[in-house]
């Protein structure tokens, strides 16, 4: 499966405004990252690919549709899978992905 253009641009929309953003492909999918730490991508396998503080994980993933990422049976200690229907919504798309922003950000000066 391919990533969804339309997702791609609204993420794309999302990060206008905000400096050092760049596209890579990866995973599939079309990644975004925030001076050059990757901080969301619209997956290959559908909805969003979200970096997350992963102190918040469990907070995070209470919210239906969203789930830790798993990559070859393992879980990913700082990642979430977000469904498609979730970010639908305008405004819960911004909210994810100035989560990953925020993440991507702070490691990339640490």
């Not at 991508?41 to 918040?56: E, F, H, I, Q």
């Not at 990913?76 to 990953?100: C, N, Q, Y």
């Amino acid at each position: 499966m391919t990533y969804d253009r339309e997702l791609a641009d609204r993420i794309r929309a999302a990060l206008s405004t905000e400096p050092g953003v760049t596209e890579k492909a990866m995973f599939g999918g079309l990644a975004f990252l925030v001076d050059g730490s990757l901080a969301v991508a619209a997956s290959g396998k559908g909805g969003l690919m979200v970096r997350c503080d992963p102190a918040r994980a469990d907070e995070l993933t209470a919210a239906e549709g969203v789930a830790r990422m798993v990559m070859q049976g393992r879980e990913m200690d700082g990642w979430l899978r977000v469904a498609a229907d979730v970010v639908d919504d305008e405004d819960a798309l911004r909210r994810w992905v100035a989560t990953g922003r925020d993440v991507a950000r702070r490691v990339s000066v640490e």
